[in-house]
């Protein structure tokens, strides 16, 4: 993955945002919805796919309504070197939402689920059994109050207008 990224324009956009309005919508109905046609729909949503914008369609996933309720954020501290072997025991851990390494006093931060606070209490004590962490400290989440969204960002830069298929910018 570059940090350079791929360049939205305001089709884009507008695309992404239809698409995370109605995530069902097929090419024909996000055509109609922005007044462009299915080709070019279907062109810019490979373009999206293949510059990695895109990373998939699956539905997005309610924890607390399928019974993990309980959220937490870990900060871990690891051995020197040890970030490959946390890695693997990380992915191998189901609660284990996501985990970035980071700076800081803090070597990876992780977000766990778990369904009470007795198995996040479990699943603590296996992130501190593992041998790659020195210290962990957590905090439980209690509610969220700005989901995990996109557009906002990829919109607050100025996009440049759409250009016409085959154009040659100059």
């Known amino acids: 993955m570059t940090t350079d990224g791929a360049r939205l324009d305001t089709l884009d956009l507008a695309l992404l ?7 069902k919508a097929g090419a024909l109905e996000l055509s109609r919805r922005l007044g462009v046609a299915r080709g ?7 373009r999206l796919e293949d510059t990695g914008v ?3 369609y699956g539905p997005d996933v309610d924890l607390a309504a399928a019974g993990f309720g309980v959220q937490a954020f870990v900060t871990l501290e690891i051995a020197q070197g040890a ?3 946390l890695t693997a025991e ?3 851990m189901p609660g284990v939402l996501e985990a970035h390494a980071t700076t800081g006093s803090g070597d990876v931060l992780c977000r766990v689920a778990a369904r009470s606070h007795g198995d996040l209490q479990r699943t603590l004590l296996q992130l501190g059994r593992s041998g790659s962490v020195v210290r962990s400290t957590s905090v439980v989440a209690l509610s969220e109050l700005v989901p ?4 906002p960002l990829l919109a607050s830069e100025e996009a440049p207008p759409a250009r016409a298929p085959g154009h040659r910018g100059g």
């Open 148 to 151: 995990l969204r996109t557009l």
């Open 54 to 56: 895109v990373t998939g």
């Open 83 to 85: 970030l490959e072997d």
């Open 17 to 23: 945002r239809a698409l995370t309005e109605h995530p």
């Open 90 to 92: 990380l992915a191998a």
């Open 40 to 46: 070019t729909v279907q062109a810019r949503l490979q």
